[in-house]
């Protein structure tokens, strides 16, 4: 075989594209994001399941989300004996925030309210609504035994299933596992945002689609100009190949499945570049105005890089039937060892309020499956551990590895709490697996049982995980 040469006035030779193109797949998307091929029109449709992995960074203060305290009864005299402080106090200089639970507001048909909340989970001023409104579509799990107190394997942890080797991610993420059982007929079946991503098992057409924020997809998603010419050659030597006999090295990457994942990408990018995606993230646009102000994006400036930026992107990326599974980072700043409670209340509140914003845009908008979003969709919400319940010395609170996480939507029971943390330093409570009784004799519930429901909501296989779900959130 001869050898590739390369200089000013002559583009690298087809092995040289091949192997390109093999670096590039299986880096973002569907095998490889750069190939940019447009093609005929396809028709798009919503998946009729879709799953959304809705990430709080840092580590959150449970007692101020999902598993409150009443203040009353867990006073700071009795500290010493309950060593908890749910420090709702120190919110009363923000009207936005209540210093007791917050209790849901009775839906008409929902029923009765079976949980209650801490004040970051919505504003309690007269005429605001807040995510606690939604109570009627959740199932709250308290009392995860997290194993961890390092952010990094906590939260690798809850994306797979799995806990990791070091801080080393074992198998793939629930969304790939979930793509890659179901094969759904989308343009791009998963979208993470500043989420990590992986895929131990499953061909690159189940990879995800990293991005860093809104801006970051409209880029990738738009076709190739002048500047990004590499692209558009690549993929031309690669359809040169096509019905081609090819020996040598050029044999050894098409055994290895690369023809095949290119293919495969190539399918889904025409579908993406036909339909000039792209604009339907651009909410700049006179034809996004709508999304503009279901999310309250007109008071901010292009590209929405905000957390109702990015739950617009969520909910268009399911609506437009781009996407199956969207994995997002919806708030940061937790990792709060020190400083005040409002200001980690706020960071939270900020992401609970976009996940608000989706939700009722999602259960508000017609599926053509029937019904509407939320009954076609499961959302997972989850940190990689919470926050100590005492404050410590600084005025913040440390790592702790009671969590709790909660679920909505399709597939689960709701208005529903399961599991529960101690009275005395909110350990990890043990339940019945097979009923979710509350049992001194049972077992702690951890993250592969979370993840071993979500799969099974959906009826996919949940082996991986090497446990059974709960089935009692089952619906």
């Not at 209790?103 to 606690?132: C, H, Q, W, Y």
Request: charged letters at 15%.
């Amino acid at each position: 075989m001869k050898k590739t040469r390369q200089d000013d006035l002559q583009l690298p030779e087809r092995r040289t594209f091949l192997k390109a193109g093999a670096g590039f797949m299986g880096s973002l998307l569907l095998g490889g994001i750069p190939f940019k091929a447009v093609a005929q029109a396809t028709n798009l449709a919503p998946a009729d399941r879709c799953f959304v992995f809705v990430y709080f960074s840092g580590g959150w203060d449970q007692l101020l989300a999902f598993d409150p305290r009443d203040p009353t009864v867990f006073t700071d005299d009795a500290v010493s004996q309950t060593r908890i402080m749910p420090g709702y106090n120190q919110l009363s200089t923000d009207a936005r925030f209540s210093t007791m639970p917050i209790v849901p507001k009775e839906r008409a048909g929902a029923g009765a309210p079976t949980m209650t909340f801490g004040p970051a989970i919505g504003d309690v001023r007269p005429g605001m609504a807040n995510l606690s409104d939604h109570y009627d579509l959740m199932t709250v799990v308290r009392g995860i035994n997290m194993s961890t107190l390092t952010h990094e394997v906590g939260y690798r942890y809850f994306l797979t299933g799995k806990m990791p080797i070091g801080s080393a991610a074992r198998g793939s993420s629930t969304a790939t596992e979930i793509v890659g059982q179901m094969k759904p007929a989308v343009p791009i079946p998963s979208i993470a945002q500043n989420v990590e991503s992986y895929n131990d098992r499953y061909g690159g057409y189940a990879n995800a689609l990293r991005v860093s924020g809104l801006a970051d997809l409209v880029l990738t998603l738009d076709p190739p100009s002048a500047a990004r010419q590499l692209d558009s050659e690549i993929e031309k030597s690669l359809i040169d190949l096509n019905g081609m006999p090819i020996t040598c090295e050029e044999q050894a990457f098409a055994a290895r499945g690369v023809g095949t994942t290119y293919e495969n990408s190539r399918e889904q990018m025409q579908s993406v570049m036909a339909n000039k995606l792209s604009d339907s993230f651009r909410f700049n646009l006179a034809a996004n105005d709508q999304v503009r102000a279901t999310y309250g994006l007109n008071g901010q400036s292009y590209p929405y890089n905000s957390a109702n930026g990015r739950a617009a992107m969520v909910a268009t990326a399911l609506k437009k039937g781009i996407s199956q599974c969207v994995s997002i980072n919806l708030a940061g700043g937790l990792d709060t060892h020190f400083g005040t409670q409002l200001t980690h209340a706020s960071n939270q509140r900020a992401g609970f309020d976009a996940l608000n914003l989706l939700v009722t845009d999602l259960r508000s908008t017609q599926h053509p499956g029937g019904g509407n979003f939320m009954d076609h969709t499961t959302i997972l919400v989850f940190s990689e551990f919470a926050r100590t319940p005492t404050i410590n010395a600084t005025g913040g609170r440390d790592h702790h590895l009671s969590n709790s996480c909660l679920m909505m939507g399709a597939g689960i029971k709701h208005n529903l709490v399961v599991g529960r943390s101690g009275d005395i330093g909110m350990s990890p409570g043990t339940v019945d697996l097979r009923t979710g009784a509350n049992d001194p004799n049972g077992s702690n519930i951890f993250p592969e049982h979370i993840i071993a429901t979500v799969l099974a909501s959906a009826k996919l296989d949940y082996s991986i995980t090497r446990v059974d779900p709960l089935r009692f959130i089952l619906a």
